[in-house]
């Protein structure tokens, strides 16, 4: 064999070029479109609900219509909030911590019409697809004034943002707007009705929603993945079915507290959220509306622990207005329930020394504190000792005048 020929068997062999892939076809599955943008294609699946459509207690209809100058209350705009300009946001991710190795692989996008509940949901159905869902959710910002999401301030709003800056775009879509993160809403007038604010409890407990044969969160990531490895566009479909359900919610979520918001202390029938709307009064330097709504609170409540959560807000909103006689029928109240309740007597104690002038009776209340600061190791007991040692002083002083 010639040199030649032995250098030609040192090279590369020919192989046959690989069978192109197969193209997804999703729409069977899905019900969407493939889309082109300036930065390649992905997958849209567009929805449009009618507004008599009902989702859990109300029509989206009744959502469309309803004034939400009520959301003020939480901090929020001032002034009305203005649903043909807001959009509902969730995503699906590729995981639940975050982090730059973190994907948004699905992006569902909501928003009404006079006609329509619009949903929107940009899918990549690899990660090549990114640029182009980027793109398409940036354009749908850019046209609404106001976004609405559910943990969006600390997950998906922050995500997109990372992905947005890792891919070089600038994300102008959220810049300046509104943003309303229904989850802190929630857990303001429900963290001590429900064991869990997450949205599928808020659906069942308070939107009157059944989901049936949904998807768990947690396993979203996963059944992404085995689609990227399968082809198998079925396993997207209770992953998108679980996103517009979602954005769904949302709308009916904001509708429920808006709805919360505006009942008057007469009209409350959950003890939980008049408690709730008696805390926002209390912020707004409101006492009396707040005395009001705890009054209704206390009426309804059957709860042991709330009963006394009642009773101590109530205390100490008549202690700040002044009314330190009713203040203190409330701590003792309070201490006949529980009489280890250490700030209600000590709160007592000090009404019987400086307002009533009753020491035997501030004498009595601080002893008992002390017995059962002693027996917790409270580090109140301190204070109590002291308390004492004054009361007793007092004490002998007014005995030697006699």
């Known amino acids: 064999m010639d040199l030649a020929s032995k250098l030609r068997q040192l090279l ?150 990372t992905r947005f800056a890792l891919a070089r775009l600038g994300f102008q879509g959220a810049a300046g707007k509104v943003h309303l993160d229904l989850l802190p809403l929630s857990r303001r007038l429900w963290r001590y009705k429900l064991a869990s604010c997450s949205l599928d409890s808020l659906e069942e407990n308070i939107l009157g929603v059944r989901r049936s044969g949904d998807i768990p969160g947690w396993a979203i990531p996963q059944r992404y993945f085995d689609f990227l490895n399968t082809g198998q566009g079925h396993l997207l479909r209770d992953i998108v079915e679980h996103n517009f359900l979602d954005i769904v919610s949302l709308a009916a979520l904001l509708h429920r507290l808006q709805r919360v918001l505006e009942l008057e202390p007469h009209s409350c029938r959950c003890p939980y959220e008049a408690e709730a709307l008696a805390r926002l009064a209390a912020e707004e330097e409101d006492l009396p509306l707040a005395l009001d709504y705890l009054q209704a609170a206390g009426e309804l409540a059957s709860e042991e622990e709330l009963q006394l959560r009642i009773l101590r807000q109530g205390a100490a909103h008549l202690k700040r207005l002044g009314r330190h006689a009713q203040a203190a029928a409330l701590w003792q109240r309070i201490l006949a329930r529980e009489e280890a309740d250490l700030q209600s007597a000590e709160e007592l104690a000090k009404y019987y020394e400086h307002r009533a002038k009753d020491l035997e009776a501030a004498r009595q209340i601080t002893r008992r504190a002390l017995a059962l600061a002693w027996a917790a190791r409270s580090p109140k007991a301190s204070d109590f000792e002291h308390r004492l040692a004054r009361l007793e002083r007092k004490l002998r002083r007014r005995a030697a005048e006699l």
């Open 12 to 161: 590369p062999q020919k192989t046959s070029p690989a069978p192109p892939q197969p193209k997804l076809d999703l729409d069977p599955y899905l019900g969407g479109a493939e889309v082109v943008t300036p930065y390649g294609p992905c997958y849209l699946i567009t929805k449009e609900l009618p507004l008599d459509r009902r989702h859990g207690g109300w029509k989206l209809g009744e959502v469309f219509q309803a004034s939400y100058h009520k959301l003020a209350r939480f901090g929020q705009p001032r002034g009305e909030l203005n649903l043909e300009s807001t959009l509902f946001l969730d995503t699906e991710t590729t995981g639940l911590a975050g982090g730059t190795g973190t994907y948004a692989f699905l992006v569902g996008l909501g928003y009404f019409t006079p006609e329509s509940f619009v949903v929107k949901q940009v899918l990549m159905r690899d990660y090549n697809e990114e640029l182009a869902l980027l793109h398409l959710v940036q354009q749908e910002l850019l046209s609404k004034e106001t976004v609405v999401t559910f943990n969006g301030r600390t997950f998906d709003l922050p995500l997109l943002q």
